[in-house]
């Protein structure tokens, strides 16, 4: 399986920004799509953004369409997700993990492999 880690996570104000990274081991990670999810405590854990294995394909949640931008590099074995106009509901631990398939309404029951999260708190 694919091991995932997550960085880049913090503590941003309202309208601020942050850049989450995803660095995956192993060298059929081009062949896995990516996901990105978040979880508050309470909750269930949202789909937030997904990307293709060869990056030419992204999906986004409503709550964050406009607002965030996933990307990848293969060479580096990296997904980033770009986190910009942030607000207090943004605030959550951010998974990233990797599957097979990619449905235009990505869910959990997809990705197979997850990190084990980076907390981001926007503060209001």
């Known amino acids: 399986q694919v091991q995932l880690v997550e960085s880049g996570g913090g503590l941003v104000q309202a309208g601020g920004s942050l850049r989450l990274s995803c660095a995956a081991s192993?060298?059929?990670?081009?062949?896995?799509?990516v996901g990105w999810f978040r979880q508050v405590p309470g909750n269930e854990r949202e789909f937030v953004a997904a990307?293709?294995?060869?990056?030419?394909?992204?999906r986004y949640a409503n709550s964050v369409k406009g607002r965030f931008t996933i990307s990848r590099d293969n060479a580096k074995n990296a997904v980033y997700l770009q986190m910009n106009s942030l607000n207090p509901e943004d605030t959550a631990v951010y998974y990233c993990?990797?599957?097979?398939?990619?449905?235009?309404?990505?869910?959990?029951?997809?990705?197979?492999?997850w990190g084990r999260g980076t907390q981001v708190t926007v503060s209001s």
């Open positions: 990307v293709s294995s060869g990056g030419g394909t992204t």
């Open positions: 192993g060298r059929t990670f081009d062949g896995y799509h």
């Open positions: 993990a990797v599957g097979t398939i990619l449905r235009v309404t990505p869910s959990q029951k997809e990705f197979d492999s």
